[in-house]
């Protein structure tokens, strides 16, 4: 590319970044604006000025977060009958396709959110339906510098002109210098290379389930934040107030890919792990395998039920209470009767037991009053309110009546479930002693992953506990909005807000966030809201009762989800007990609404890794979707063995094979000590590695989601699922596959995690 094109380029990146500091500046003059007011005036006022505050606030970080790289594209149109103009940026045959929208001061579209439909074309045309566009040029950028640019010509006019041939401009470079670029520990959107097969899946529309299959490497983590940035961006109005929810499979997958999301402009995504689904609890560890696939079973559902169930008893015989100074004979059959007026509610055990404390409360006031008429005393309605009264404080009668039927937390419903083995017998009269076991602990152990979407189920069938409710803003919710509509029009109209914010817009801040809370704070605190859309990563891992629990956060439905049927290696997943495509996994859930679409494309991997890979995967028998990847490498998979010295039976734990791990590591950073490298390890050798590579490598080594920061990372199988590395190097590979219930699949996710070169240190 001739000086003068990149000159010309650099000058128009100059000019959108002026633009975008403008844009910032503006922003924060008006925020500055607003803090200045004073406290006082109506609660309108007020809401109305912390509204614009936030509004501003995350405007402010929408602009920052998309500073680095802001532009990196441009399309040539097919426009022969347009002027040309001598600024790039108001010519009608350009558009310049950026991470973000942005206007000059004549609200002439400048620079193209890449979302918008008329950027589709950035990623959709080729040479065979260029789509109406003549060419495409793609900007590499640093931070706020243009280093280079490609183009690739689709018409012949401008081939001839500038005496190229087709494959002189094809395109390509700006995507292999993405590919074989270092990796951070940090996963970096791809929208600058977003290719044509991921575009088509990003920008499908939102109805139903949308699961995206797809081998190593194909891009599906990044085609699935992608997409919940453009729908967020297609579908603004149904999901800003809802939300989005983003969950992965570990905290260390979720703190590699945070940073996507909000260099696309969106940062108000809930981002959760499976350990992080229940409001409250938090678990980073689960159980053993044969106890996670049990609780993950769908049979925890009846034992849930039958726990509850069991916590609304009649009592085997009379009871003496005593109310004030009379002593009161309570039959069962009075109780039986509260019970099955509650019970024919059909709500959850909290909120029935409301209904159940009212009747049992109105029999034993009736009783009362039938026993003081009986010697002879008269009694007005006022009598018979304060009998109420003085049965409902009585002592006797709140012990019979928790008895009875006791208002429940799931933390307490799960951890007596699991520390009284009496109890657990007497629900579970067909399960062997052996399998009961499984589930008990004491009651003060620490919550695993598989225990979650018990509490979320315990939850549900409990129901919230008694909450005031204020009646009165319900009644008038509807009229207030009017008001409130009305009075921020005025608002906006007064502060020249106008293309900034909407009345509507301004509202739902101060109406919803009235408690200072972001809508990604209040819906990850509150375990009944339910969301617009939710993305599932690594979906392939799910057990029954997880997916059960992600359905309650989204009754619609309304999903994608990505993952791969061969990397499945979860015990307690759908696909555990033979399962081997998603109808196995979802179709039970969703039945005939959702659809499917692969990736074919394998762009992380050297072929030379990939075709081992798939070597061992095909020789386990595992579904793999076959994957064409994009480049060779330069490195062939090395193979390092040890002789062994540990007995028969055991993994191998000698000095010799941390030792030769070492020497691997040493190795792969001579030939580069600038990248990224991942140690995979069996769980039992975790310690021993991770001790030598630190005691070798210092500060520069760590472990675990922590150690993603450092350019050494030790790490187990599961650990590294959704990952990626310049280097991986695979300790004890036989010990990877040992301790995985599905065998050769986590072997088969360790061996693909590199971008650049494999060793593996066998035994």
């Known amino acids: 590319m001739h000086d003068s094109e990149l000159d010309r380029e650099r000058n128009v990146v100059d000019d959108l970044y002026a633009l975008l500091d403008g844009l910032r500046e503006d922003t924060v003059q008006r925020l500055a604006a607003v803090r200045r007011q004073t406290a006082g005036g109506t609660h309108q006022a007020r809401s109305e000025r912390d509204a614009y505050a936030r509004l501003y606030e995350d405007r402010i970080l929408q602009l ?61 045309a080729t040479a065979a339906n260029p ?30 002109e500038a005496g190229k041939r087709p494959d002189e401009v094809s395109g390509d470079a700006a995507l292999m210098a993405a590919l074989v670029a270092q990796r951070t520990g940090r996963m970096n959107d791809i929208v600058a290379t977003i290719q044509a097969e991921q575009d088509a899946i990003i920008r499908s529309e939102l109805r139903d389930a949308l699961v995206v299959q797809g081998g190593p490497g194909t891009g599906k983590t990044a085609v699935a934040l992608h997409r919940a940035a453009y729908l967020l961006y297609a579908h603004r109005q149904k999901l800003a107030t809802s939300g989005v929810l983003v969950v992965g499979p570990t905290r260390a997958f979720l703190t590699y890919i945070e940073e996507v999301l909000p260099s696309l402009g969106e940062t108000g995504v809930v ?18 395998p044969a106890t996670a696939q049990l609780k993950g079973s769908k049979q925890m559902t009846g034992l849930l039920r039958a726990a509850v169930d069991s916590r609304q008893k009649v009592p085997a015989e009379a ?80 012990v019979l009546l928790n008895t009875a039927w006791l208002p429940l937390t799931p933390e307490k419903l799960i951890a007596d479930l699991y520390a009284r083995p009496q109890w657990l017998a007497e629900l579970t009269p067909r399960w062997s002693e052996e399998k009961r076991e499984l589930l008990l602990r004491p009651r003060d152990a620490a919550v695993t992953i598989s225990d979650i979407p018990l509490l979320d ?139 499917l679409e692969q990736l ?90 991770t001790d030598a590579v630190t005691h070798r490598f210092g500060s520069q080594a760590g472990r675990g989601a922590p150690g993603l920061v450092k350019p050494i990372v030790v790490l187990t199988a599961q650990d590294a699922k959704g990952l990626e590395f310049d280097a991986v190097v695979i300790v004890h590979p036989d010990g990877v596959v040992a301790e995985s219930a599905r065998g050769a699949s986590a072997l088969y996710v360790a061996m693909t995690r590199p971008t650049q070169r494999l060793t593996m240190v066998r035994p």
């Open 64 to 124: 920052r977060d998309v500073e680095p790289r802001l532009v990196f594209g441009r399309l040539q149109l097919e426009d022969a009958e347009a002027a040309a103009s001598a600024d790039p940026l108001r010519d009608p045959r350009l558009r310049y396709v950026g991470r973000t929208g942005l206007r000059d001061d004549d609200e002439h579209t400048v620079l193209l959110d890449w979302r918008a439909p008329q950027a589709s074309a950035f990623y959709q």
């Open 600 to 689: 074919t494309v394998n762009y992380r991997t050297p072929a030379q890794i990939a075709r081992e890979a798939e070597t061992l995967a095909r020789a386990a028998g595992l579904p793999i979707t076959p994957a064409r990847a994009v480049r060779e490498g330069e490195w062939p998979v090395r193979d390092v063995s040890v002789t062994a010295t540990a007995q028969s039976g055991q993994v191998e734990t000698s000095d010799a094979l941390v030792a030769a791990s070492i020497d691997a590591i040493e190795f792969d950073r001579a030939i580069d000590d600038t990248g990224t490298l991942a140690v995979i390890v069996p769980v039992v050798l975790a310690d021993d590695v």
């Open 271 to 288: 981002m959760q792990s499976l350990g992080e689904l229940f409001p409250g609890a938090s678990a980073d560890s689960d159980d053993p």
């Open 457 to 595: 189920e315990a939850a549900e069938l409990l129901g919230e506990l008694p909450e005031a409710q204020d009646q009165a803003s319900k009644l008038h919710a509807k009229e207030q909005r009017k008001r409130d509509l009305r009075m921020a029009r005025s608002a906006i109209a007064d502060a020249g807000a106008g293309a900034f914010v909407t009345a509507a817009q301004l509202v739902d801040e101060s109406v919803s966030h009235g408690d200072g809370l972001t809508t990604a704070e209040r819906a990850a605190a509150d375990r009944t809201w339910t969301y617009g859309h939710v993305v599932v990563d690594e979906a392939q891992e799910l057990s029954p009762m997880q997916w059960r629990l992600l359905v309650r956060r989204c009754p619609m439905k309304s999903f994608t989800i990505v993952g791969d049927i061969a990397q499945s290696s979860s015990a307690s997943s759908t696909l555990a007990g033979g399962g081997r495509s998603w109808a196995d996994a979802i179709g039970p859930l969703f039945k005939d609404h959702w659809r």
């Open 319 to 398: 009871s003496v209470v005593q109310v004030d100074n009379e002593r009161l004979v309570v039959e069962p059959s009075l109780v039986a009767d509260a019970l099955r007026s509650a019970q024919r509610t059909g709500k959850p055990h909290n909120t029935a037991r409301i209904t159940f404390v009212k009747h049992a409360l109105s029999a034993l006031t009736a009783q009362l009053a039938d026993q003081l008429r009986s010697r002879g005393g008269t009694l007005d309605d006022e009598d018979l309110a304060v009998l109420r009264e003085d049965v409902r404080t009585s002592y006797d009668v709140r």
């Open 131 to 160: 789509l109406g566009v003549a060419a495409r040029r793609r900007l590499t950028m640093r931070d706020r510098e243009v280093l280079r640019v490609d183009d690739e010509v689709f018409d012949a006019g401008l081939l001839a």
